[in-house]
């Protein structure tokens, strides 16, 4: 469950969050309209500051000349890289929405071996994993293919919703939300019975006197 709590929609009273919660949750349905379990939105009412800031970079999508393809693809490899399901899965969901076929969907894991993108959605890819896994060290490469394609200020919107959801994914796992809601899947596979404190090295070496 999410380690922290979740706002019950009797206590919620900012109206941004009830509208959202309203829109979303429905009497009788488990979860949200797209499929969660929609612990984000109660635990993110616990600060309406906070949820009001988030939920506002919603209206940048409505403003923008960035191809929605591009802004997609760059969140599900921000998902995928920084290992959270919630992320990933929602916005693969939004590339078919886009009418992004599923081999190509399903690409995204891989991308580096897979013929289905172009040189754009390639560098966008690579840009992404620059932000995500490398800490925004970006090779001049990736960003001279970004810049023969996109003008400045949407490769800067680019950068800014590609490092705002991999804050998203990073949230969502520390504080188990969504589909993030797991154990560490790194976890020590115990030894067989009667295996005690033995040294399996040090019986596997070879001596020689």
Not at 110 to 138: H, I, K, M, Q, T
Not at 163 to 181: G, I, P, S
Request: aromatic share 10%; charged share 30%.
């Amino acid at each position: 469950m999410p380690r922290l709590r979740r706002v019950p929609r009797e206590e919620m009273t900012d109206p941004v969050v009830t509208f959202f919660h309203d829109r979303l949750f429905a009497p009788g349905r488990e979860g949200t309209a797209t499929g969660s379990p929609g612990d984000w939105w109660e635990v993110f009412a616990l600060e309406p500051r906070i949820f009001r800031h988030c939920v506002k970079g919603f209206q940048l999508y409505r403003e923008s000349a960035l191809d929605p393809v591009l802004r997609e693809l760059g969140q599900v490899r921000a998902g995928w890289a920084r290992q959270s399901r919630f992320v990933y899965s929602q916005h693969c969901k939004q590339l078919r929405a886009l009418g992004v076929p599923e081999e190509k969907v399903a690409a995204v894991s891989c991308w580096p071996v897979s013929d289905l993108f172009g040189e754009l959605e390639r560098a966008v890819l690579a840009y992404a994993d620059a932000l995500v896994l490398d800490g925004g060290r970006v090779p001049d490469e990736v960003f001279a293919v970004l810049q023969r394609h996109l003008p400045d200020e949407q490769i800067l919107e680019l950068t800014y919703v590609t490092c705002m959801y991999e804050m998203h994914a990073t949230m969502a796992r520390a504080l188990r939300l969504e589909f993030d809601d797991r154990p560490d899947p790194v976890a020590e596979v115990p030894a067989p019975e009667g295996y005690g404190t033995r040294d399996i090295a040090d019986e596997l070496t070879v001596r020689r006197e």
